[in-house]
């Protein structure tokens, strides 16, 4: 037995010597591929992982508290703030201990109130086209008690009683902003958690990059590549 392995391994050499192996080019040999393959697995499998970076900030949005305008399962880029921040901008912050998506509808020194789902800042209707109709149902809650220490001049904060569409006026102390999710009837926001410091506000959204629907474990390409406004 020692003896037959030993000839087909000096055979085997023999071959290996005499065979000239020449490798033809494919499309799928260059290196740019490989690097393709590699960045699109990751980011199916981890897609706030790999893009996030020095230069923008990846979030994945876990819930529909800021629907239609963004959904539950996308994945958002955003870029750091350099001017100042405008109502109606979409940022993410820092709310009551968590990182959401929210947006600004109050701007420090504004007087800001809401009157059966209709917001009003400054004395002026707001049209708010992005944000989701509020439903029949409202109802009052025990967070909503800080808003009684910033009720606007002439507004008594006993007998004060805030409800999810009907709140306010208050006067936004300087160097705070009053964010509300667009999905009125299923956001925990300013309404509840209070005004948000400048400090807390990390950045502005500005491209949906990839979106998954995980109810239906499925991936919304149409959703891919959307612009946030």
């Known amino acids: 037995d020692s003896a037959i392995l030993l000839a087909v391994a000096w055979d085997a050499a023999r071959c290996a010597r005499i065979t000239v192996f020449e490798p ?13 393959v590699v960045l699109v697995s990751a980011v199916m499998v981890h897609p706030v992982s790999v893009i996030r970076s020095h230069v923008f900030d990846a979030y994945l949005v876990p819930s529909e508290a800021m629907a239609p305008t963004l959904r539950g399962g996308d994945y958002i880029l955003a870029k750091p703030i350099r001017e100042p921040l405008h109502r109606g901008e979409i940022v993410t912050c820092r709310l009551g201990g968590s990182l959401v998506v929210k947006r600004i509808v109050g701007l420090p020194r504004d007087t800001i109130g809401m009157s059966a789902g209709r917001l009003n800042v400054n004395g002026r209707a707001i049209d708010e086209s992005y944000a989701t109709a509020p439903s029949d149902e409202d109802a009052t809650d025990d967070e909503f008690a800080w808003q009684r220490g910033f009720l606007a001049s002439g507004f008594k904060s006993r007998g004060y009683t805030p409800t999810r569409h009907t709140w306010g006026p208050l006067v936004i102390p300087d160097g705070q902003y009053f964010m509300l999710g667009d999905n009125r009837d299923h956001s925990l926001d300013s309404r509840y958690g209070g005004f948000v410091p400048r400090a807390a506000i990390l950045g502005i959204p500005t491209t949906v990059y990839f979106s998954r629907d995980g109810a239906a474990h499925t991936t919304r390409w149409s959703r891919v590549g959307l612009a946030i406004q």
Do not use: I, L
């Open 24 to 36: 033809r080019e494919r499309w799928y040999t260059h290196w740019y591929v490989y690097v393709a």
